[in-house]
């Protein structure tokens, strides 16, 4: 069964430097997304992804973030000079229709 | 704004039915959606609603009304394996195709 796939499973990083999380959406599916989870709150969304570019993006995703599709198959999102509430789970997620989205098992985060 | 809003915690013995109540304030949205995520692990979808009225898939049921602007979720036949968080979640019209949740019910199945 086709998965979407996130790497690392757990990163940890120094406060101020930049970290790259990577994702691999389902092949075929045409929208993506970045969700975070603060440990014990709900899912929040921070972006998504259409056709080449950014459709919608939240507060949360300011000019600290980015994402990049660099080939036809990687979606990565970059977190520049990282602090310490940037501490979450975060998960890629795709789909193809307005039903369900496919999420990774996520990325833990852990800014120290 | 656009919000769903759920209970925070739910707590009942197996072999009970659990509802789980979702309201929502959106300008418009393509239907209700279901997530499962136990701890630490992915959402993981369970069920959608585009129309109103009742969707079953086994133990769990799924019901929407556009015009109460409201959904929930039933839990029937409990399990110990059914303590998880469960999301409600809508695709927005408005926002392009974003998907948005609620603030999720943690449900804890006792023996």
């Known amino acids: 069964e086709p998965e979407v796939t996130q790497t690392p499973s757990h990163q940890v990083t120094q406060m101020g430097q930049e970290v790259i999380l990577r994702c691999v959406p389902i092949?075929?599916?045409?929208?993506f997304y970045w969700y975070r989870q603060i440990l014990g709150q709900k899912v929040e969304f921070l972006v998504s992804f259409y056709n080449n570019e950014i459709s919608e993006k939240s507060e949360i995703f300011d000019d600290q973030f980015s994402v990049e599709r660099p080939d036809g198959s990687n979606f990565t999102l970059k977190i520049r000079s990282t602090k310490l509430e940037d501490s979450a789970m975060y998960f890629c997620?795709?789909?193809?229709?307005?039903?369900?989205?496919?999420f990774g098992q996520g990325t833990r985060l852990t800014v120290v | 704004g656009q919000s769903l809003e759920q209970p925070s915690e739910v707590t009942a013995v197996e072999g009970a039915i659990v509802q789980i109540n979702c309201t929502y304030q959106?300008?418009?949205?393509?239907?209700l959606s279901w997530y499962q995520q136990h701890d630490g692990g992915a959402p993981t979808f369970l069920s959608y609603?585009?129309?109103?009225g009742l969707e079953e898939t086994g133990r769990f049921s799924s019901f929407l009304s556009r015009s109460d602007s409201y959904g929930y979720l039933l839990l029937q036949e409990l399990q110990m394996k059914d303590s998880a968080s469960y999301f409600c979640?809508?695709?927005?019209?408005?926002?392009?195709?974003?998907?948005?949740f609620g603030g999720g019910t943690r449900v804890l199945v006792k023996p």
């Open positions: 979640a809508a695709f927005i019209k408005a926002a392009g195709n974003k998907l948005t």
């Open positions: 609603n585009a129309l109103d």
């Open positions: 092949s075929n599916h045409l929208y």
């Open positions: 997620a795709s789909n193809q229709r307005r039903i369900e989205a496919f």
């Open positions: 959106t300008s418009g949205f393509y239907g």
